[in-house]
């Protein structure tokens, strides 16, 4: 059968739906984006900040001929970001890179190591681009909540609508910082955040020094994301603090899974969160289309 494409993500979360749930935690990004685009179907259809639209998200699901035509692997684009991709053989890989994706402009591919790279080397070959490891990371899920020690002055409250600039301002910075997609409507996402209660700030002294966001709870199932604290409230403990209460506050708001990913690169951020309650679950590689 091989892989069906769709931009109706209702469409894909009918016939896909299934096949994420049963791994949530593997595919969280998947579902927690998919399920945004199902509530605000403007959020990643404004397209990039300064830039022309030249195509729309796109959803898709893969199936290898058996009998019962099961769903077994996914993907998801969403200009400007890579294309997500699920768990797949990777001859299901090299397919969607040389033939159901052909034509679309990608900046890269966001998945498990050897459909990656097969996704990688068939994009290549296809268009002459170059390959470049972007980031490596790290997908934890909270084992048992433990509150850093010492914890640090202040307290946190969920941000509401008159924090939108400070909030839109340190998403843009985070953004920055980890070299992600610069052409995101930031602005959209901080909106999109506040209306489920997905941000909170961290105050000392009455005075927001980090932020904490959560996506919206689906399959039982939150990611927490992103951590930022300014560089001049960094070292204190604020945005272990911060990630704590947003995980307390989840688990209080009946997840039964709390998930987060970091930058292997970093093992500030790695530590950091074990020490909370995080532990391993597995790694992924976001791989960056270059040059022609």
């Known amino acids: 059968m ?10 894909f979360l009918r016939k896909a739906g299934d096949f994420l749930r049963a791994e949530r935690a593997r595919n969280t990004v998947l579902l927690t984006v998919s399920e945004t685009m199902r509530l605000n179907p403007g959020h990643y259809a404004a397209g990039h900040r300064g830039q022309a639209r030249k195509s729309g998200p796109l959803f898709g699901w893969w199936a290898n001929g058996d009998a019962d035509g099961a769903v077994r692997g996914a993907f998801m684009h969403t ?98 910082e980890v070299h992600e997609a610069q052409a995101a409507d930031h602005a959209a996402a901080v909106r999109d955040r506040l209306s489920h209660g997905g941000l909170t700030l961290w105050e000392s002294g009455g005075t927001p020094v980090c932020l904490a966001g959560v996506t919206r709870q689906v399959a039982g199932m939150v990611r927490i994301g992103p951590v930022y604290t300014p560089p001049r409230w960094r070292g204190r403990g604020y945005a272990s603090a911060a990630t704590a209460e947003v ?46």
């Open 247 to 292: 995980s307390r506050a989840a688990l209080a708001a009946g997840a039964d899974e709390v998930l987060l990913y970091t930058d292997l690169a970093n093992p500030v951020s790695n530590s950091i969160y074990q020490r909370i309650g995080y532990r391993e679950v597995e790694d992924r590689v976001v791989l960056s289309f270059v040059g022609r």
């Open 79 to 176: 200009p400007p970001f890579p294309v997500v991709l699920s768990a797949v053989p990777a001859e299901a890989a090299a397919d969607l890179a040389a033939t159901t994706l052909a034509g679309r402009p990608l900046a890269g591919v966001n998945a498990h190591q050897e459909p990656a790279a097969t996704f990688a080397s068939a994009w290549s070959e296809r268009t002459g681009c170059g390959v470049e490891v972007h980031r490596r990371t790290r997908l934890y899920r909270l084992a048992g909540l433990a509150w850093p020690d010492p914890r640090p002055g202040g307290a946190p409250r969920v941000a509401g609508d008159e924090d939108a600039a400070l909030l839109t301002e340190w998403v843009r910075a985070f953004s920055v």
């Open 2 to 11: 091989g892989w069906v494409t769709t931009g109706d993500v209702a469409e």
